[in-house]
Structure formats: structure tokens, C-alpha cells
Nanobody, 118 residues
Framework: VQLVESGGGLAQPGGSLRLSCAAS????????MSWYRQAPGTELELVAG????????NIADSVKGRFAISRDNAKNTVYLQMNSLKPEDTAVYYC????????????WGQGTQVTVSS
């Protein structure tokens, strides 16, 4: 089982980044997917989630209107489009897979750093 995040890096305030999380080793379409983030000294924060077939999404209030989550089950990939980035969005971003019918089964990626700074 692997979840590999990519697309992180340095962005200017007001800029955009798109994170990708490529999954392998499990039946991607059977899993709800989420993006979490953690800034230094803070707790892990749920940023966005999407159901296994993409019918429903949820976005944290802190990023609502700026971030969007989507998935492509044919490519076994989940995305996080991040627009109007702010310095407070700086964090390590992780993707997580959770088996829809058995939520105790979860997999995590290794994380990708996003830094928003001028």
C-alpha cells in the first residue's frame, strides 16, 4: 500500500498550488480520501474530504472558498486545489485513505511541505 503526495513547494501569498496523492496497492474506489495538514507546534487538521465515488465533499471552514478536493478513480489519484494561499496555510499536507465500509482501516501518505511566503 502506498500513498504518494506531490505538488507541494513554495508559493507566494495569493498564489495557487495543486497537490496530488497517487494511491497504489489497494482498491482506491473503495476508500474515502482526505487531506490533512499540520503546521509546526499545532495539531493535525482535517482540510478536506471526499467520498469513495466522489459524491460528497467536505471542506474545513478555514479553507472554504479557496480549496477544493477532487478525485479521479481511473487514475487512483486525489487532488487538492489550493487557491488564494495565505501564510497560515503553511504546513505539511498529508493524504489519508479510509475504507468506506470499515473506517478503522486507514492509510497515510508521507506528506508534502507547502510553504506560503513572499
Amino acid at each position: 500500500v502506498q500513498l504518494v503526495e506531490s505538488g507541494g513547494g513554495l508559493a507566494q501569498p495569493g498564489g495557487s498550488l495543486r497537490l496530488s496523492c497517487a494511491a497504489s496497492g489497494f482498491i482506491f474506489s473503495s476508500y474515502d480520501m482526505s487531506w490533512y495538514r499540520q503546521a509546526p507546534g499545532t495539531e493535525l487538521e482535517l482540510v478536506a474530504g471526499i467520498t469513495n465515488v466522489g459524491g460528497m465533499t467536505n471542506i474545513a471552514d478555514s479553507v472554504k472558498g479557496r480549496f477544493a478536493i477532487s478525485r479521479d478513480n481511473a487514475k487512483n489519484t486525489v487532488y487538492l486545489q489550493m487557491n488564494s494561499l495565505k501564510p497560515e496555510d503553511t504546513a505539511v499536507y498529508y493524504c489519508r485513505a479510509r475504507l468506506t465500509i470499515r473506517p478503522s482501516i486507514r492509510y497515510w501518505g508521507q506528506g508534502t511541505q507547502v510553504t506560503v511566503s513572499s
